[in-house]
């Protein structure tokens, strides 16, 4: 009997219906449980470039419903030579644990009526403090599973809960909980064995994953990497706004090519998806010992990054800094005024949507929010002098178009000598001096270029903009950006294809990728 392709799938969809249904959304939230769309599902089971003949050990942490597994024994039902499959699936949420069961009796059913055979364990209790207690890490522990597939609950850690102790070794910061699955899982493959999983990709980069990623890609290598040119359509039911990435790795420290795969939305078969194959450096970048995950979407974006990367310096090398914005508004609440009073008694306070390309637009009322700051000898410690910054918005909205925005800040425009800005902005400032203007602007045009957005877009795994990560870009001199900013100046106009073409010339790229630019304006 031929067993039709989405069976199982049908019914672990169903089984996810069913507890959705019983369930609150925000409670959902909390835990971290999103369940995975079953196209989803059946595009991870088939990334494991094989399956082991004879007996396969499938782990399957942060089971929920059991989709995953419905997906990867779908996969096995149809080998034509009978197999034995040993599941084990982690799942800590009582309320999931009767629909888990189903899906996994039902995968017996199939499997068996096909030939192969069946046996599978549920484990109720904490996935890392259960396995972190064998000992985690231990260079003698044996390898258990084959392959391992798991989209994990994804939620932040207290830097002293249990879990961040017991994983000391791989968090450093507020950890979250999706990378400890990843350590764990990856921890208990035997030597080969295929990890496949689908996180957000901010583990890719930054400081707070650093650890994790110098322990993780120490013991595995990536093999393919996708992803999703949406940051909404992977768990569009759950209404998420994240940017989800799905890796397939193998315990191994044999670093071969790398497959790069990118959909814009739910089709994952062959004709809609992108398909390409990266060195293991282009992916793996790690000349600090940063260990960097680098993926961009396409070809021309890929030229882009190699561009950038041969630009003379990085941004921390220019003599500039950037800072975060210093008023945290729950912490200031009583300096903040929504009239302005004078000069020396308030100064204008600027959130992130006074940060427009290239204009601040100085305090404008929306949502309610304040729009000045009492000046006082208790607040002057959270403002700044008024000179000329730079300022960056540090999380961009949903699908917004680009991921950088910058403006540039006057002092002229600021009715005090002091000003306020929000932690959400970004500040770059001359520590001994101030900016030029065409410094600012220069610095300015190449903030908002699509050309920088696109390296950005490639290199950062964050859907917001941290002042370590534009510390790290690679920039061109000083004096190049100011050239630049003269440029633009005299053309007298921004954001447009011959500002766009103005950039490629400065940092060097061919015309095919200018025209690219000039598209993406």
């Known amino acids: 009997m031929q067993i039709a392709s989405e069976n ?9 219906r069913r507890h959705d249904g019983k369930s609150c959304p925000i409670d959902r939230k909390e835990k971290g449980h999103f369940g995975t769309p079953t196209e989803i599902a059946e595009f991870m089971a088939g990334m494991f470039p094989r399956l082991p003949a004879g007996t396969i050990r499938i782990l399957d942490p942060g089971a929920g419903v059991g989709t995953l597994s419905a997906a990867i024994c779908d996969r096995i039902a149809r080998l034509k030579q009978p197999r034995k499959v040993l599941v084990e699936a982690w799942e800590s949420d009582p309320a999931l644990l009767p629909y888990l ?4 009796h039902q995968c ?6 096909q030939g192969h055979s069946f046996w599978f364990t549920i484990q109720s209790g904490d996935f890392i403090l259960e396995n972190a207690d064998r000992p985690l890490f231990a260079k003698s522990r044996p390898r258990e599973f084959d392959v391992a597939i798991t989209n994990p609950p994804y939620f932040k850690l207290r830097k002293d809960s249990e879990h961040a102790r017991a994983m000391a070794h791989v968090v450093h910061g507020q950890p979250n909980i999706y990378a400890l699955f990843l350590a764990v899982a990856a921890d208990l493959l035997r030597d080969n064995g295929y990890l496949v999983g689908i996180t957000p990709r901010s583990y890719f980069n930054g400081p707070y994953f650093r650890r994790f990623r110098n322990w993780f890609f120490g013991r595995v290598s990536p093999r393919q990497i996708h992803l999703f040119e949406s940051r909404t359509e992977a768990f569009r039911s759950d209404d998420v706004l994240q940017e989800n990435v799905i890796l397939c790795a193998q315990k191994s420290a044999d670093h071969t090519d790398v497959t790069a795969t990118v959909s814009t939305g739910r089709d994952l078969s062959a004709n809609g998806l992108q398909t390409r ?3 293991y450096s282009q992916v793996i970048d790690d000349p600090a010992g940063d260990c960097v995950v680098r993926i961009s979407s396409n070809d021309l974006d890929q030229q ?9 310096n990085r941004f921390r090398d220019s003599g500039l800094e950037i800072s975060t914005g210093p008023v945290v508004d729950f912490r200031a609440t009583e300096f903040l005024l929504h009239e302005k009073i004078d000069s020396s008694r308030s100064a204008p306070l600027l959130w992130m949507h006074n940060v427009r390309p290239f204009i601040t637009t100085f ?3 929306r949502n309610g929010k304040a729009t ?3 000046v006082s000898e208790q607040s002057r410690a959270i403002l700044l002098p008024a000179k000329r910054y730079v300022l960056l918005k540090r999380f961009t909205a949903k699908e917004q178009k680009r991921r950088l925005v910058a403006a540039i800040m006057e002092p002229a425009d600021c009715y005090s000598p002091l000003v306020g800005l929000d932690n959400k902005l970004n500040y770059v400032h001359k520590p001994k001096g101030e900016l030029t203007p065409n410094e600012a602007l220069g610095l300015a045009t190449l903030f908002n270029s699509a050309l920088l957005d696109r390296y950005f877009r490639a290199v950062s795994g964050n859907t917001q903009v941290n002042a370590t990560e534009i510390r790290m870009l690679p920039m061109p001199e000083l004096r190049t950006i100011a050239q630049l900013g003269e440029k633009v100046a005299r053309k007298r106009e921004q954001a447009t294809a011959a ?9 060097g790229v061919d015309e095919t990728i200018t025209v690219y630019l000039r598209g993406l304006a």
Do not use: N, Y
């Open 8 to 16: 199982l799938l049908k019914f672990a969809a169903e089984q996810q």
């Open 101 to 104: 069961a189903k899906t996994l």
């Open 108 to 113: 017996g059913d199939v499997l068996e009526s």
């Open 277 to 279: 194959t990266l060195s």
């Open 304 to 312: 882009i990054v190699d561009a950038v990367d041969r630009l003379p």
């Open 363 to 365: 305090p404008t009322t």
């Open 372 to 374: 000045h700051i009492r």
């Open 499 to 507: 500002i766009e073409e103005l950039v490629a010339r400065t940092i």
